[in-house]
C-alpha cells in the first residue's frame, strides 16, 4: 500500500514549566520543529487548559504533529506523522528536544498504513 | 508519574472513497466519536487535500483524536490519545469502523508517559 508512514511517538522529560505551560512558547517551537524537518504547515490549533497544560496540532501536508504538555511533571508528549520521504520526523524531535530545554527525549518509531502499526525503530536522545 | 495516557494507533480498510473524501463527513464522524468515548471536545480542525484526502484533528480535554484519509486506497489513519480513567480510545473506533463504514479495523495500544512509549495491547475489529 503505497499510504506507508512514520509515526515517531516521543516522550520529553525535564523541560522547565515555564516554557511548557506557555501556549505561545509552545505554538512557536512546534512550528519551529516542522519547519525543521522541512515540513509543509496547513493548519494550527491550540488550546491553553486550567490550570495548566497546554495541547495543541499542527497538520501538515505530510499528516501532523502533536504536543501536550504537564508542566507539573516538566513533561511533554509529542507525536509527529509523517507520509512520504521528505521529512524525516526525528529531525522535528531533536528541534524540540533543544528548544524545549528538555534534559531527555526518547522515542519509537511506528510504521503505519501497512497492516497492524508496528514498531521499527527506539531512540534516547 | 501522573501523565500515564492510553494512545491507539489504528487503520481503517475498505470505507467508500466517498466517504474518505468528504470532509463533512469525516469531521461529523470524527466528533461522533469522540463522544461515543466520553470525550470532551475543545477545539476542531479540518483540511480537504486536492486532489482527494482529509485530515483532521480533534482536541480533547483528554488530550487528541486524529484522522487522515486515503480515498483512492479506501483507506484512514487514526490516533486517539486519552489520559485520564473515564474514557476508552477504542470506543472511539468502533464508533468509526460502523460509521466509516469499514471492513476492517486494527490497532494498537501503546502506553504514554511512563518510559519510552510501549505497546500493550493489539486488536482487529
Known sequence: MEATSRHVLAEFYGSPAEILN??????????????????????????????????????????????????????????????????????AVRSLKENLQAEKAEGIEVLRGDGIPHKTKEEII
Chains 1, 2 share one sequence.
Open 22 to 91: 506557555n501556549v505561545k512558547i509552545i505554538e512557536k517551537e512546534i512550528c519551529r520543529a516542522a519547519l525543521a524537518a522541512g515540513a509543509e504547515i496547513r493548519e494550527v490549533v491550540f488550546h491553553k487548559f486550567a490550570p495548566q497544560g497546554v495541547s495543541g496540532v499542527l497538520i501538515i501536508s505530510e499528516s501532523h504533529i502533536s504536543i501536550h504538555t504537564w508542566p507539573e511533571l516538566n513533561y511533554a508528549s509529542v507525536d509527529v506523522y509523517t507520509c512520504g520521504t521528505t521529512v524525516d520526523p526525528w529531525d
